[in-house]
């Protein structure tokens, strides 16, 4: 059992909604793994029509989304589409990803901590993709973040964890 804020999930796996051939493909490895909460890249759905082909079959399955701010430079752009998020969607919940930099995808400390701050202030349930950094965590769990999303490794660095600075040529 899983609980985030005021929700409990019998599968601790999150999944996500990219990287699929189609949305079938997508639909059915979510129901097979058991996975409840669904990771949703705003950018890539149409929030104006719940007949999306991404986002009509995450509806059916019945799944919890987790509508993500990925491609958001800045605090501001990320409230923005969390708000955008809350209207369309109906949830308040939100993977928080503040990445300024498209090609390394790396979370920006700074500005996920401001944005969290405000986001939680209005009533989201925030889930930051942040670094690995313990200070960094303790202060979003005191902005109230529900829970935080520590980046494991970063996509370009195969296999397994390790640090920007050990990337030699990659960074």
């Not at 701050?117 to 973040?145: H, I, M, N, S, W």
Request: glycine share 8%; net charge negative.
């Amino acid at each position: 059992m899983l609980r985030i804020a005021d929700k409990v999930f019998d599968s601790h796996l999150f999944t996500g909604t990219g990287k699929f051939a189609s949305p079938q493909l997508m639909v059915d490895a979510i129901r097979e793994s058991g996975s409840q909460l669904v990771t949703l890249a705003l950018k890539r759905v149409d929030l104006r029509h719940h007949s999306d082909a991404i986002l009509a079959p995450l509806l059916e399955a019945g799944v919890t989304l987790l509508p993500n701010t990925s491609g958001a430079k800045t605090a501001e752009e990320a409230i923005f589409a969390a708000q955008l998020a809350r209207e369309a969607l109906g949830t308040r919940w939100l993977k928080l990803e503040i990445h300024p930099d498209a090609r390394w995808l790396l979370p920006d400390p700074i500005e996920t901590l401001k944005a969290a701050e405000k986001l939680v202030q209005q009533g989201f349930t925030v889930l930051p993709y942040c670094g690995a950094d313990p200070v960094l965590c303790k202060r979003l769990e005191e902005v109230g973040c529900a829970a935080v999303m520590p980046l494991g490794a970063p996509h370009w660095l195969q296999p397994g964890a390790g640090n920007p600075r050990d990337a030699g040529n990659h960074y």
